[in-house]
């Protein structure tokens, strides 16, 4: 049972091109992260939400609680946005952590 | 400020083995948590510390433990290694530990690539 799931799993995008990545999740939440892991392994945290919409630069992050939905929209894609995308929420009872399996983003120039 | 650090960064080990591994956290941080990365299972969550104390653990056997000391470092010890230990492990570091309605952004460290043959 997979308490995450993400869509796409991998997707091409051209350069410049409007990127949407969807994550579903089945437990109540405290919070979703997005997270951005390039080749090589380093994860960098992009985002952490529990309502409405949050933006940074050419990302932006959205949830809906009563559907268990969040997007993470990507304006202008550029190659070096070219990653894996993880959605991670944490369950309300705060006792773990549970990943989507990732979306796999490659940007042609 | 200095980021989270992971020592070793690569590690191969033969089956049977115990395996040690080591994270700094960020100046500040008090919680730490792992996290195993396998090609085949994605990210999965091991085990949170704070204040010294393991507060949250994932759905993995005993051989896998941790402990974190007085300064927030911590440790995480395989032991027995299996071949399926094969992985990426990851530490994060956190102000504050997730509760019922809060949750704290984590920051990753770039882990330690652990091969077991």
């Known amino acids: 049972k997979n308490e995450v799931e993400q869509s796409p799993q991998n997707l091409t995008a051209q350069e410049g091109e409007f990127i949407t990545i969807n994550c579903s999740y089945s437990?109540?939440?405290?919070?979703l992260h997005w997270l951005q892991q390039h080749p090589g392994g380093g994860i960098v945290s992009l985002f952490m939400?529990?309502?409405g919409k949050k933006k940074h630069g050419r990302l932006i992050a959205t949830i809906n609680i009563q559907e268990k939905h969040s997007s993470l929209h990507i304006t202008a894609s550029h190659p070096r946005d070219s990653a894996v995308y993880i959605c991670?929420?944490?369950?309300?009872?705060?006792?773990?952590?549970?990943f989507g399996t990732g979306t796999s983003l490659t940007v042609i120039p | 400020k200095a980021g989270v650090t992971q020592t070793p960064r690569y590690l191969i080990k033969t089956r049977g083995q115990q395996v040690t591994l080591s994270c700094s956290p960020i100046?500040?941080?008090?919680?730490v948590s792992w996290y195993q990365q396998t090609p085949g299972q994605g990210l999965q969550f091991l085990f949170e510390y704070f204040s010294e104390t393991q507060r949250n653990k994932g759905n993995f056997p005993g051989r896998f433990s941790g402990r974190q000391f007085s300064n927030s470092r911590s440790e995480m010890n395989v032991s027995t290694l299996e071949l399926g230990d094969s992985a990426l492990y990851l530490c994060?570091?956190?102000?504050?530990?997730?509760?019922?309605?809060?949750?704290?952004?984590?920051?990753f460290g770039p882990g330690t690539r652990l091969t077991v043959t």
């Open positions: 994060a570091s956190s102000t504050g530990l997730a509760g019922a309605t809060s949750s704290y952004e984590q920051y």
């Open positions: 100046s500040g941080h008090r919680s």
């Open positions: 939400l529990s309502s």
């Open positions: 991670a929420v944490r369950p309300n009872t705060g006792n773990q952590f549970y």
């Open positions: 437990v109540g939440i405290s919070a």
